[in-house]
T-cell receptor, first 114, second 116 residues
């Protein structure tokens, strides 16, 4: 079935380090891809998205490119900050038979130390 | 404007009791979703409502779970005869409708359910 696999955490980095969180997916058709973020004590919020192959989503210094050939949507940031500490979820959107839902990866907890 | 709101924020109940969880979506959003977030299972889809169409209930884990959406706005998720494995954070989300599934889903803060 349709699924999302993302790298297991937790990930601990020092401030200004480079971040990559890997995400691959399995899906029938052509899903839209998302990264959601959950900051401590807060709800899920959209970080970035891409709706078709080769699209690049970007926000707050984070980027991810929709790679159809490798079925991947890896999240990257060149220089992380303490305020980026959060849980990151990769997700795909399935639209089938008039229904729609997000399928999430397990989440990756990122801690950035000063 | 106002985001998605959920109530209660926390609910502790005894095993075997029924609970109702409420979601108020963003005004104008025709699509509404319920998800469950638990340590063991991550984030799981439960149910999807879109306008007046029949809901997609394919994610409901058992017949103890049901949901309704009145007047195309407020939704209630009901869990009957709660079990300890029902303990989780229940998240509601809403969005504009897109046949491509490309619109952002806006999530509420969740209801933390604890079954003792």
């Amino acid at each position: 079935g349709d699924s999302v696999t993302q790298m297991e955490g937790p990930v601990t980095l020092s401030e200004e380090a480079f971040l990559t969180i890997n995400c691959t997916y399995t899906a029938t058709g052509y899903p839209s891809l998302f990264w959601y973020v959950q900051y401590p004590g807060e709800g899920l919020q959209l970080l970035l998205k891409a709706t078709k192959a080769d699209d690049k989503g970007s926000n707050k210094g984070f980027e991810a490119t929709y790679r159809k050939e490798t079925t991947s949507f890896h999240l990257e940031k060149g220089s992380v900050q303490v305020s980026d500490s959060a849980v990151y979820f990769c997700a795909l959107s399935l639209t089938q038979g008039g229904s729609e839902k997000l399928v999430f990866g397990k989440g990756t907890k990122l801690t950035v130390n000063p | 404007g106002a985001g998605v709101s959920q109530s209660p924020s926390n609910k502790v109940t005894e095993k075997g009791k029924d609970v109702e969880l409420r979601c108020d979506p963003i005004s104008g959003h025709t699509a509404l979703y319920w998800y469950r977030q638990s340590l063991g299972q991550g984030l799981e889809f439960l149910i999807y409502f879109q306008g007046n169409s029949a809901p997609d209930k394919s994610g409901l884990p058992s017949d103890r779970f049901s949901a309704e959406r009145t007047g195309g706005s407020v939704s209630t998720l009901t869990i009957q005869r709660t079990q300890q494995e029902d303990s989780a954070v229940y998240l509601c989300a809403s969005s504009l409708y897109s046949w491509q599934g490309s619109y952002e889903q806006y999530f509420g803060p969740g209801t933390r359910l604890t079954v003792t």
